[in-house]
């Protein structure tokens, strides 16, 4: 039973453009959506967060919406940048209690930004 | 300041031998997950570890996969009896203690250890 879904397993996008990624979850007690990226060969690294009672944040090129009646959330970059190929996973936090929390990672989904 | 230090990098086993993975986390950080991956797959919790305590081990195989976080040194995975299908690329991560330090509210994590069982 996958609570966090990753539908498309890759996305080709031209350099300039706009990458949409998409990640649903089906669990309404997660409190917090990441985005993580990952090259070959090296571990996944953070990108950016979004609270469970935000519709939106921002960090330079990166955008992360959440429609939490619809369960879902995405990751905008724009401009793509040849750098930005790379494996993304979304990732839904839960809290266990006692300042502990747990990560629920999707499959990933691989962008590949075409010069 | 270093990262979640993970060793080694790359491991081969025959099929029958014990794997040992070992996880340093980052400064700071109390508490250390495990995730695998396998090919084409995403990244599978484990185990999540305290100093000398397993919090959550709900992702861990039932037979020949242990870990452990001791009150020195790193936290070790440990695979007794290795078979092909425990080939897989393990990824360690830390985080601090719930409201101690900068968050991003969720981990750090390592290269990861490519097991190969041959």
């Known amino acids: 039973d996958q609570q966090v879904k990753q539908n498309s397993p890759s996305l080709s996008v031209q350099e300039g453009r706009i990458s949409i990624l998409n990640c649903d979850y089906t669990?309404?007690?997660?409190?917090?959506f990441l985005w993580y990226k990952k090259y070959p060969a090296e571990g996944p690294t953070f990108l950016i967060s979004?609270?469970?009672?935000?519709d939106k944040n921002e960090d330079g090129r990166f955008t992360v919406f959440l429609n939490k009646s619809a369960k879902h959330l995405s990751l905008h970059i724009v401009p793509s940048q040849p750098g930005d190929s790379a494996v993304y996973f979304c990732?839904?936090?839960?809290?266990?209690?006692?300042?502990?929390?747990?990560?629920?990672f999707g499959k990933g989904t691989k962008l590949s930004v075409i010069p | 300041n270093a990262g979640v230090m993970q060793n080694p990098r790359h491991l081969v086993r025959r099929r029958g031998q014990e794997a040992r993975l070992r996880c340093s986390p980052m400064?700071?950080?109390?508490?250390v997950y495990w995730y695998r991956q396998l090919p084409e797959e995403g990244l599978k919790f484990m185990v999540y570890?305290?100093?000398?305590?397993?919090?959550?081990e709900s992702g861990m195989p039932k037979e020949r996969f242990s870990a452990e976080f001791p009150k020195e040194g790193p936290s070790i995975l440990r695979i007794q009896q290795v078979v092909r299908g425990d080939s897989a690329a393990y990824f360690c991560?830390?985080?601090?203690?719930?409201?101690?330090?900068?968050?991003?509210?969720?981990?750090?994590f390592g290269s990861g250890t490519r097991l190969t069982v041959v």
């Open positions: 991560a830390s985080s601090p203690p719930e409201g101690t330090g900068p968050s991003n509210y969720g981990y750090t």
């Open positions: 669990n309404s007690m997660f409190d917090y």
């Open positions: 979004i609270s469970s009672i935000k």
């Open positions: 990732a839904a936090r839960t809290a266990l209690g006692a300042g502990s929390y747990q990560l629920t």
């Open positions: 400064k700071g950080h109390s508490h």
């Open positions: 570890l305290q100093k000398e305590n397993i919090i959550d």
